[in-house]
């Protein structure tokens, strides 16, 4: 599990296991994180690909992933 702030953000990533095929699926959580006029919202993205021979690597590109969308203000960012 990796988490880091990046601007009003909190990024959380990390890894699932598979069974199948032995692989490992990123997932990434992100946060707005709450101000004086807005409370905290979550928004989750299961299922990325691609999948990944290590947990290590699965976190990574989920945390790079999350970085590029709160640098970039990606429009799958919603919250």
């Known amino acids: 599990m990796h988490r880091e702030e990046r601007g009003e953000y909190l990024i959380e990533a990390s890894a699932f296991h598979l069974t199948d095929g032995n692989k490992w699926q990123p997932r990434l959580t992100m946060t707005r994180m709450a101000c004086a006029n807005a409370l905290s919202k979550s928004q989750s993205f ?11 690597g699965a976190v990574r590109y989920a945390a790079d992933l999350g970085r590029s969308m ?3 203000g990606s429009p799958r960012l919603k919250v």
């Open 46 to 56: 299961p299922g990325l690909t691609p999948l990944f021979e290590t947990a290590k």
């Open 70 to 72: 709160a640098d970039e």
